[in-house]
């Protein structure tokens, strides 16, 4: 049913078998801990399931869920997945003892489902945004005919008042300031969805969120995996989705409005800001004609 590439990465190990075939899918990690969101994750499988262009399959990762509410996200997520032609989606629970953030641990776990899967291209999505019918398309394209690793687009965003079952979006912006690789270097102007992976270009052993980066793990994993290799920036511009920053600070996102929640946000942001800064000074960094 799927076409398959051989991945171009070289074998790590001297004799190792050539790597098995990949499938032409994009694997989406929807991370999801909040039990009572099931309608904002309806959305986000909707918007995945609307791609055009290509094959997604979703991995959807719960945080601690008990059976009851790991059995209802199933239901939801099939519920939203009805073209028998495309793979099903996949619901992991990352599942421990602690009470704490767990954010990169969900992604990880997401991770080695979709190693598992043998899917070629890598996505990611919070359970509380969304992709318009175009995302996916837009990224594959340069990934498909040529040697960028990571292709990236932009993601407009919505100023929401969350209702009871619904988003009230009063306002548009477009907040996320950059253009290329240099700009990407600076600081992070690119959201988690707003960018897919080619995993038949890059070592599996660099596809990791590290646990001790709250908050900022996701701009770490992009130090990792596009600072050393070709990008593609084309699509900036071209606004492929929405991130939703809603007025009752259930953002982990500082809003900047002054509140004590937001200063607290802030600090958080702060402390692992400079843990990351401590970081990437041993992060390598390769600039191509494709990254400008």
């Given at each position: 049913m799927f076409k398959?590439?051989?991945?171009?990465?070289?074998?790590?190990?001297?004799?190792?078998?050539?790597?098995?075939?990949?499938?032409?899918?994009?694997?989406?990690?929807?991370?999801?801990?909040?039990?009572?969101?099931?309608?904002?994750?309806?959305?986000?499988?909707?918007?995945?399931?609307?791609?055009?262009?290509a094959i997604v399959q979703p991995i959807v990762v719960?945080?601690?869920?008990?059976?009851?509410?790991l059995q209802r996200t199933r239901d939801a997520v099939l519920r939203q997945w009805f073209f028998d032609w495309?793979?099903?989606?996949?619901?992991?629970?990352?599942?421990?003892?602690?009470?704490g953030d767990a954010r990169s641990a969900l992604m990880n776990l997401g991770i080695e489902r979709?190693?598992?899967?043998?899917?070629?291209?890598?996505?990611?999505?919070?359970?509380?945004?969304?992709?318009?019918?175009?995302?996916?398309?837009?990224?594959?394209?340069?990934?498909?005919?040529?040697?960028?690793?990571?292709?990236?687009?932009?993601?407009?965003?919505?100023h929401a008042v969350g209702l009871h079952d619904y988003d009230f979006v009063y306002d548009m912006s477009y907040p996320f300031l950059g253009r290329n690789k240099i700009d990407l270097i600076r600081d992070n102007f690119c959201p988690l969805h707003s960018y897919l992976v080619d995993c038949a270009k890059v070592e599996a052993k660099e596809l990791h969120f590290r646990s001790e980066l709250s908050?900022?793990?996701?701009?770490?994993f992009l130090l990792r995996v596009a600072g050393a290799r070709p990008c593609d920036f084309s699509g900036i511009g071209r606004r492929i989705g929405v991130y939703l920053?809603?007025?009752?600070?259930?953002?982990?996102?500082?809003?900047?409005?002054?509140?004590?929640?937001?200063?607290?946000?802030?600090?958080?942001?702060?402390?692992?800001?400079?843990?990351?800064?401590?970081?990437?000074?041993?992060?390598?960094?390769?600039f191509f004609a494709s990254d400008f």
């Open positions: 398959t590439t051989t991945s171009g990465v070289p074998s790590q190990q001297s004799g190792e078998a050539p790597q098995e075939q990949m499938r032409e899918v994009v694997s989406t990690v929807v991370r999801f801990h909040d039990p009572a969101g099931l309608g904002k994750l309806e959305r986000a499988i909707q918007s995945l399931h609307a791609q055009a262009g719960t945080q601690r869920f008990d059976k009851r509410a495309l793979p099903e989606p996949a619901v992991e629970n990352y599942e421990d003892d602690s009470q979709h190693c598992a899967l043998r899917n070629r291209f890598l996505a990611f999505l919070d359970y509380d945004d969304l992709l318009y019918s175009h995302a996916y398309r837009t990224l594959m394209r340069p990934l498909l005919d040529s040697d960028v690793a990571v292709a990236f687009a932009s993601v407009e965003m919505g908050r900022v793990e996701d701009y770490d920053m809603r007025s009752d600070d259930s953002n982990s996102t500082p809003s900047h409005d002054g509140s004590a929640c937001d200063q607290e946000k802030k600090s958080i942001w702060k402390c692992n800001r400079d843990r990351l800064d401590r970081l990437r000074s041993g992060y390598p960094v390769k």
